[in-house]
C-alpha cells in the first residue's frame, strides 16, 4: 500500500516513471519530481511543497530525527541532495535550528 498522496487541490504532480518514493512522501499540487529522483523517508514523512521542482538525479533523504520540509514553489538542479532539512522558496536551514514554518514566509 502506498503512502504517497497529494497535500493539496489543484493539478496533480508530475512524478517520472523512474522516480522511487519510498516511505510516507507527501507530494504537492503541480509539484514536479523528475527522473533518477530518490526519495526516501525513515520513521517521518518527507513533504515536497505545491508548485515545486527537484530535478534529474536528486536524493532527498528524511529521518524522525532529521526530516526533511520542502516549501512551495521552490527548486532544485540537477543532482541535488537534501539531507533533514527545512527549505522555504530561496531559504533552507537545517532542521536542528529554530526557524519558522514555510507556512509562515512570504511566498516567492
Known sequence: ??????LGDGP??????SAVLVGDVRVGAGAILA?????????TAVRVGDHT???ENGVIIGTRE?????GRRTAFGHRAV???ATVCGRRATPTASASPPCATTRPV
Open 82 to 84: 537534501i539531507v533533514g
Open 66 to 70: 532529521h526530516p526533511v520540509s520542502i
Open 53 to 55: 521542482a527537484v530535478l
Open 12 to 17: 496533480e504532480p508530475e512524478i517520472a516513471g
Open 1 to 6: 500500500m502506498s503512502l504517497n498522496r497529494p
Open 35 to 43: 527522473q533518477g529522483l530518490v526519495i526516501r523517508s525513515e520513521g
